[in-house]
């Protein structure tokens, strides 16, 4: 039997073949989701989005021009990978990337798009080179790419009202040949291309800014390796005259060059106390020199805390006294206060915040409590004051270098400390596997530092 013919009507294969257009402007679009979602790299999103339009539409090229605000310009930055593409670029006068349009060249329909935020459309592809490409070269190229039509549209980042760019399509019939269709759909697609040029825009930015502050960091790695240098360098340098100053005050003081006279006595024991000072302060620097390096060593021994809380009490007594402080030491009756630690550093820990109680207390008493808790083997060292107390919030850094308390705080009351004092304690207890914490109920209101550390413990 005779094959039958089946004769599909006109109008049917006029709608099967705006539906393949239609799938065709589908899968461009799902496409360019795709890259929104997937790509954030600036310039590999732009050169997706140039090349999305003509592969699945049939477009001859795609070209996206950035605004570039430092040099008000709009600039090329991606074209589609196809063969008219390809011909406009090795017809072109300059190179492709050299295309910048001045945002005041108003005749340029890119510009003119941008102003008027309106899609334009153009026979003479001059229109839109001009005047960074002649009107010969722009001639050239629009015949190599084999061009009758392009479309302009412009970009616009909705929420601030800011363009961002414009996308270009050039395609192989003439402006009237174009259907609604296509334009709704080019239209849709560079709604896509606003919100992933806005992300990459914010990624990128990201980026930046992530790099700047790694420079930043970087910087002042830099600066504080300089300024431990330095702190070293000094401290060591002052160490020799300073030793000298106070060893002549010292026998100046006890008569080694005869008997003072009254009115010498009470400068040559300032030169002294000075000079106990500053050897103090440069030993906090040479410490803090020390732990930066990893060169702060110690020598673990057996210990009894409770001797050594002992004699430093008695050792500050007469500075408190000198105050109008009472100062005052208690233990828990148990005893058992021998530990495994490095007695100079627990002398040095002990002493400074002794010093900061003396310091920080204008009226009022320094109590020193001893205790062991037989549970947990551990001895606690309180040391509380009546003093200034600690501004709510300045807690927790002043165990960090150089910190001082707020302006309410130590730094108000005495000028000279180095806010190093606290630190180097803290550090030298983490090295014990101890701990030293403080407590207040805000300014006014004395302040309670404690030390804690492990009884015949043994790092
Ligand atoms: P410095 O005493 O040299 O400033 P520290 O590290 O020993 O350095 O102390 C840091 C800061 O902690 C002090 O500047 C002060 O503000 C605060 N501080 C320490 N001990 C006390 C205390 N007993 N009472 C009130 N404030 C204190």
């Given amino acids: 039997m005779p094959e039958e013919k089946k004769i599909i009507p006109s109008q049917e294969i006029k709608d099967i073949e705006t539906l393949i257009e239609r799938n065709k402007a589908f899968a461009a679009t799902a496409s360019l989701n795709s890259t929104i979602l997937q790509t954030l790299d600036f310039n590999l999103l732009t050169k997706h989005i140039a090349n999305s339009i003509p592969e699945f539409l049939g477009y001859q090229t795609a070209v996206l021009a950035i605004v570039d605000e430092t040099h008000q310009t709009l600039k090329r930055v991606a074209v589609s990978d196809t063969a008219s593409a390809h011909a406009a670029l090795q017809a072109l006068e300059i190179p492709f990337g050299d295309i910048d349009i001045k945002l005041s060249d108003k005749e340029n329909y890119c510009i003119k798009s941008i102003d008027e935020n309106n899609p334009h459309t153009t026979s003479d592809l001059y229109d839109v080179l001009r005047p960074t490409v002649s009107r010969e070269n722009a001639s050239v190229v629009q015949k190599a790419m084999g061009t009758k039509t392009t479309l302009i549209y412009p970009i616009f980042a909705i929420t601030e009202k800011k363009a961002l760019g414009v996308f270009l399509v050039s395609v192989n019939k003439s402006a009237e040949d174009i259907t609604e269709f296509e334009k709704q759909t080019l239209s849709n697609f560079v709604d896509g291309i606003r919100i992933a040029l806005v992300n990459a825009n914010l990624y990128t930015s990201l980026n930046n800014i992530t790099e700047e502050l790694r420079a930043a960091n970087e910087h002042l790695k830099e600066m504080d390796r300089m300024k431990s240098e330095f702190v070293s360098i000094a401290s060591h340098q002052l160490r020799t005259p300073l030793t000298a100053i106070k060893g002549y005050a010292s026998m100046l003081a006890e008569g080694s060059f005869g008997k003072l006279s009254e009115k010498m006595t009470e400068p040559v024991g300032r030169i002294l106390q000075s000079a106990d000072n500053l050897v103090a302060i ?68 002990i002493s400074n915040l002794l010093d900061n109680s003396i310091k920080y207390t204008p009226k009022g008493e320094i109590k020193v409590h001893l205790s062991h808790d037989r549970e947990t083997g551990k001895i606690l060292l309180c040391v509380s004051d009546t003093g200034i107390g600690i501004a709510p919030g300045d807690m927790p850094h002043l165990f960090l270098r150089f910190s001082r308390g707020s302006k309410q705080g130590g730094r108000k009351l005495y ?17 014990h596997r101890g701990r030293i914490w403080g407590e207040s109920e805000g300014s006014g209101k004395g302040s309670k530092f404690y030390l804690e550390l492990s009884a015949k413990q043994q790092p």
Avoid at 284 to 310: C, P, Q, V, W
Avoid at 322 to 328: D, H, I, Q, R, T
Wanted: aromatic residues 10%; without cysteine; negative net charge.
């Fill in 282 to 349: 440069i030993e906090d620097f040479l410490n803090l020199s020390r732990i930066e390096k990893g060169t702060l060593s110690y020598h673990f021994a057996k210990m009894d805390m409770e001797k050594l809380t002992y004699e430093l009490v008695a050792e500050f007594k007469p500075r408190a006294e000198e105050k109008g402080l009472a100062l005052s030491f208690t233990k828990d009756g148990l005893g058992g206060y021998a530990t495994m630690a490095d007695e100079g550093k627990m002398r040095q820990i």
């Fill in 415 to 431: 000028t000279e400390g180095t806010g190093l004092g606290l630190y180097v304690a803290k550090e030298m207890m983490t090295a």
